[in-house]
């Protein structure tokens, strides 16, 4: 089989052609510390990214909302224990009231402070998040109580809070409802709220006998350890919920290494590879391109075929 020399000059300058288009590629490769830029380079591959990809950008909103929670029931935790506060002094203010040589005037001064108290736990009630939201309340509105001119509190039914997805199918509270936290604790005279526990012990103190007070504030004492026992309970459950979260982080922080491995296999440049495949291929381009240029000297080159 005779081959011409015009079919040598050709698959000389294939050759070059493709040897140089590697060697573009390889270099590309290097600078851009990426395998391919294209779908069609490596469909298989772009296709497990993309899924990658979205499933990165998934957990990196689990994480911000992650954070959001944390940051709330952080808020939660510090409110509930200042509340807690509140109510021990409460009971401590109860143990006072039960003594039955108290003066007129020594109740009186009790029953300031209680109302007192009942300001400040209106105030923490109606504590705002981080987002300007009320902390135990829902999605909407501007309070989580209102106080009435006679001093009574009642909840303005906005709602639970809304859950906030930490992941596939998995949501936290971040907090709970006013309603949750300061109402429905059992007393002897039925269900109640610690502003009517405390505002109903304050009232019996400012016109009572000491006997009166007595029993108001044995019946408010009782009351405000249920109160205080609710509270341990909502700090508890605030407990939890951030334990689980700090979890979630730690699984979440554990599947984003595993994803970037998996992301780094199928789109980086192995570097050390890519430099050494490129010094071959310049190698080979270097002695086609001596080969071609001795062939296109030839004397009969311009004679043959």
Do not use: H
């Amino acid at each position: 089989m005779q081959i011409s020399t015009s079919q040598l000059y050709d698959r000389s300058s294939t050759l070059m052609q493709q040897l140089t288009a590697k060697a573009d590629k390889l270099q590309t490769q290097i600078s851009t510390d990426k395998r391919f830029s294209t779908a069609s380079e490596d469909p298989v591959a772009f296709q497990k990214l993309a899924v990658i990809k979205r499933a990165s950008a998934n957990d990196r909103a689990y994480g911000a909302n992650i954070k959001v929670a944390q940051s709330l029931l952080a808020q939660s935790d510090s409110t509930l224990g200042s509340v807690e506060s509140q109510l021990q002094k409460a009971a401590e203010l109860a143990v006072q009231a039960s003594n039955g040589t108290l003066s007129v005037e020594n109740r009186r001064v009790i029953g300031e402070q209680l109302t007192a108290i009942v300001q400040d736990l209106v105030g923490l009630a109606n504590t705002k998040d981080v987002r300007g939201q009320p902390l135990f309340g829902g999605a909407s509105g501007d309070t989580a109580v209102v106080q009435s001119r006679d001093g009574s509190v009642a909840f303005t039914d906005i709602g639970e809070p809304s859950a906030i997805p930490v992941g596939d199918g998995v949501t936290v509270f971040g907090t709970d409802s006013a309603k949750r936290v300061f109402g429905n604790i059992s007393t002897a005279s039925g269900a109640s709220d610690v502003f009517a526990i405390i505002s109903k012990f304050a009232a019996a103190l400012a016109s009572d006998t000491s006997a009166g007070a007595g029993a108001a504030a044995a019946e408010a004492g009782d009351s405000l350890k249920t109160a205080l026992t609710q509270i341990g309970s909502a700090r508890g459950s605030v407990g939890a919920r951030a334990a689980r979260l700090d979890l979630e982080t730690a699984r979440l922080t554990d599947v984003a290494t595993t994803r970037e491995a998996d992301r780094s296999r199928l789109e980086d440049t192995d570097t050390a590879a890519a430099i050494t495949e490129l010094q071959k291929t310049m190698t080979v381009l270097s002695a086609t391109q001596a080969s071609f240029s001795k062939l296109s000297s030839l004397s009969l080159f311009n004679y043959l075929n």
